[in-house]
């Protein structure tokens, strides 16, 4: 009976060991897991707070049991992993960023967008940052677009992705190159749940490098001069006589747009149409300046019927006006979908698949013109700046999508600081300065700057001579090439610089001057312009207006502008500008030394 207790007494012990064991070994398990759980819910920022994680560890360690138990029945190695993984937990715990409360100064730039870029030719990479976590309904963070005219959230639209809240991380979604979800021309923003609704917290941004999806990289010729020119149609044969590098030529919209037939071209799941023998006159006209040598700059000018194309036309320019080009319509979604198979059409078409090659693309003319080249019913310039930048992206993104090394520039008039309110015009100073803080600000990207630099009045050939309008400083009025230092010198400014640190293209896509005051001063105005130019060093292209006088420009404004007359006599000019890059340069621009009044 004695031994039969003691076997029962041993048997029951035996199993309590037993138990202790299990127990052991499944708080041992238990631990380990919270503990894990615990790292995870740290590294990946989620909710609740700092003070509320140490509280449920020391809960955790509250429920253990003693000491001497744990250590009579568990190893020593299930002890040092429990230990380990909690100090894991405490080191993340102490470097963990601080949960921050959402405020109305501190929410909408809370998360930083540092990149936005292209990955892998298909795929949109989004980095982000912050100084902490957001306090907010849930764990994550929310990748939303913005279209291009949108300045918030739309309030059906639904999140794309979504992440756990850190400090530094980043989204992945598709490209969705020339679909109808297509990405390429929004912008991205990040979101947090706030009180059941979705709250912006960064400052949106757009893809900055088109680039990496392109298919084609056509960047221009090498050439050892920057002399162009605006040629004439009819006496394109006389271009390799003047030794030009470059060339520079308008697309007016209406000359090649049509409403069905022709050349079809989807884009975005939309078909759009173009006239064929217009654009094969356009082909025949690239490949043959190719073959000369010559790099194409050409000039996008809108000026397509509203009623015919509105979708083109910014909704304050389709009435109203009588200026010959219209604001490019980045306002609603038809426009931004016109503007970019628009400028994907073309880039695509002149970049290397047979139809001659354009290295350069100015979208608009003399944009701060309101009135005259750019019309849009008159509003305040930073109204009117933000509408042509937003088109201008949509340009920019579609052309350097089809081919990474063109250059896409806008031009600006000699109307520096000079408002003309009377016309409602608007100065470049004013108008560059809004565009290159927007582009900045909403990621930059390296659009180049086609500059005017006509005399003012533009019938004054003598720019040299002193005038109330042109002065060595930053608030010239005027910048003319007397004066062309003060633009080159404004575009070295950091705010100007392109997305590699380094000044931006500049080119002249037009300057001037009229022999109406006589064919040697309009000669000498050259030579001297031509020079200083040079020596200035930062003018990548000079295109010079005009190769053949145009009659109307002669009658409405008394402006002779050619190196010819319009029936084919060549002026003074001609040979200056055949040989002023050439090793006679010093025997064709003596001449104006006494004109100008010195050397140069």
Known sequence: ???????????????????????????????????IGILIYVIFGMQPVKQEEEQDIAIFEASLPEQDHISEYMSAEVIDAIVSAGKTVSKSLSQRADTIELTDENRDTFVTINSCKIVNSSKVQIDVTSEGIPQSDDKYYYLFTEAT???????????????????????????????????????????VKLEDK??????????????????????????????????????????????????????????????????????????????QSAIENYDDLFKRLNKMGIDV????????????????????????????????????????????????FLAGRYSGSGHGNVSMWIIANEVNARREYNYMTYCDVGTYTTAFTRAFRVFYNAIKSQNSAAKVYFSIDQRWTLNSEKTGDYDAKDFLDILATSINEYGNIDWGLAAHPYSYPNGNTAFWKSSKYTTHSVTTPVISMDNLE??????????????????????????????????????????????????????????????????????????????????GKHKYIYNVFKY???????????????????TF
Not at 322 to 340: D, I, Q, R
Request: hydrophobic share 35%; charged share 20%; with cysteine.
């Open 149 to 191: 005219f949108e300045d918030s959230i739309a309030e059906d639209s639904e999140p794309m992705a979504k992440i756990y809240k850190n400090t530094d991380t980043s989204f992945t979604v598709n490209l969705n190159k020339g679909e109808a979800t297509s990405k390429l021309f929004s912008k991205f923003t990040v979101a």
């Open 1 to 35: 009976m004695e031994k039969k207790k003691k076997r029962m007494h041993s048997g029951k012990k035996a199993r309590n060991n037993k138990r202790l064991v299990i127990l052991s070994g499944v708080v041992a398990a238990g631990a380990i897991i919270f503990v």
């Open 580 to 598: 002023i890059d050439t090793d006679r340069r010093n025997e064709v621009i003596s001449f104006a030394y006494d004109i100008v009044g010195t």
């Open 198 to 275: 979705y709250v912006s917290i960064s400052h949106p941004k757009y893809i900055t490098n088109p680039e990496a999806c392109a298919g084609y990289s056509y960047g221009g010729m090498t050439h050892t001069s920057i002399k162009g020119i605006l040629p004439d149609p009819l006496r394109i044969g006389e271009l390799p006589d003047l030794n030009v590098s470059y060339c520079a030529y308008n697309i007016p919209l209406s000359h090649i747009l049509a409403t069905s037939g022709g050349i079809s071209y989807t884009y975005g799941g939309v078909t759009y149409h173009f006239k």
């Open 297 to 344: 700059a050409a000039i996008v000018l809108n000026d397509a019927s509203p009623s015919t194309y509105p979708d083109l036309t910014h909704p304050d320019a389709r009435k109203g006006s009588t200026a010959p080009y219209y604001m490019f319509n980045a306002a609603t979604e038809s426009g931004v979908n016109a503007c970019a198979a628009l400028g994907s």
């Open 486 to 567: 003060v633009l080159t010198d404004y575009m070295q400014r950091e705010e100007m610089l392109d997305t590699s640190g380094n000044v931006r293209s500049i080119i002249l896509s037009e300057i001037g001057y009229s022999s109406t005051s006589g064919e040697t001063l309009q000669a000498a105005a050259f030579a001297y312009a031509y020079t200083k130019m040079e020596k200035n060093g930062y003018i990548d292209a000079l295109m010079f207006s005009r190769q053949t006088d145009a009659p109307d420009e002669i009658a409405a404004l008394g402006l002779a502008l050619g190196l010819q007359s319009h029936g």
